[in-house]
């Protein structure tokens, strides 16, 4: 089965800046969409399909109180780098790098992106 998230936002061409700065900093791919598209997709190998893009309702997109994206860095340093390309594309610290006591002290840093979404990325798998 191949899963997809879908975030809203109000700015997509903010969103797509945050996206693909966060999504390199792992070594992802910026958006696989044209630039030119109404949303902002991201897909990476065995991995479910992000999309970003305004609310299919056309009201204004509002973040879920309680929900959190997690991703996954292939290491420490690259959860320090995508902390750090998120503060510098719009996104706010919502949990600065660090050891997470809950997930057995792997390092995990937490934003917000410029749409109050919550995100989070950890070293490795969070269930292994």
Not at 72 to 88: F, K, R
Not at 107 to 128: E, H, I, M, Q, T
Request: proline share 9%; hydrophobic share 40%.
């Amino acid at each position: 089965m191949i899963m997809s998230f879908r975030l809203g936002t109000n700015d997509i061409a903010k969103a797509r800046a945050f996206y693909d700065a966060t999504f390199v900093a792992l070594g992802g791919s910026p958006s696989v969409a044209p630039p030119t598209a109404p949303m902002a997709l991201y897909r990476q190998a065995g991995a479910p399909v992000l999309i970003i893009g305004p609310a299919a309702d056309g009201e204004p997109a509002t973040h879920a109180n309680g929900g959190t994206i997690l991703l996954v860095a292939p290491d420490d340093d690259s959860v320090d780098a995508w902390h750090a390309a998120g503060l510098a594309n719009g996104g706010t610290d919502a949990g600065a790098p660090g050891p997470r006591a809950r997930v057995k002290d792997r390092r995990g840093a937490y934003l917000r992106d410029p749409d109050g979404n919550k995100l989070g990325c950890y070293a490795g798998s969070l269930f292994g």
